[in-house]
């Protein structure tokens, strides 16, 4: 399921809208990973419904309106990713997304 697109990119004009759940899954799976006694490297593992819908909840304490973006650069360790709360340029917050993990989830809309 896609999301919806609220805010424009005309201050990011490389910025290539992708699916905020699936970001938010990668970020959370992320996450659990480094704090993982286990490192078990599968999704399921570590994005449990309790630990994806914390890290919703930490996401929208602004408000419900956000668009997830990725921007494409040449890094072969992090993906530039995005997620916007506002039309202002200074709206967004950009988490750090190691490849390794982004791998594991459809975050690459271009290919």
Same mark, same amino acid.
């Given at each position: 399921?896609?999301?919806?697109?609220? @805010?424009?990119?005309?201050?990011?004009?490389?910025?290539?809208?992708?699916?905020? @759940?699936?970001?938010? #899954? /990668?970020?959370? /799976?992320?996450?659990?990973?480094?704090? /993982?006694?286990?490192?078990?490297?599968?999704?399921?593992?570590?994005? $449990?419904?309790?630990?994806?819908?914390?890290?919703?909840?930490? +996401?929208?304490?602004?408000?419900?309106?956000?668009?997830? +973006?990725?921007? +494409?650069?040449?890094?072969?360790?992090?993906?530039?990713?995005?997620? #916007?709360?506002?039309?202002?340029? $200074?709206?967004?917050?950009?988490?750090?997304?190691?490849?390794?993990?982004?791998?594991?989830?459809?975050?690459?809309?271009?290919?």
């Amino acid at each position: 399921m896609k999301t919806k697109t609220h @805010w424009t990119t005309e201050h990011f004009p490389d910025a290539v809208p992708i699916d905020l @759940w699936e970001l938010i #899954r /990668a970020l959370t /799976a992320q996450r659990n990973e480094r704090n /993982a006694l286990r490192r078990d490297k599968d999704p399921d593992f570590l994005v $449990s419904q309790e630990s994806f819908l914390e890290r919703v909840e930490h +996401y929208t304490q602004g408000g419900t309106k956000l668009d997830a +973006y990725r921007i +494409y650069t040449s890094s072969d360790t992090h993906l530039t990713v995005g997620i #916007r709360y506002g039309d202002e340029g $200074s709206e967004y917050i950009s988490p750090e997304l190691t490849r390794e993990i982004a791998d594991q989830f459809d975050l690459d809309p271009l290919n």
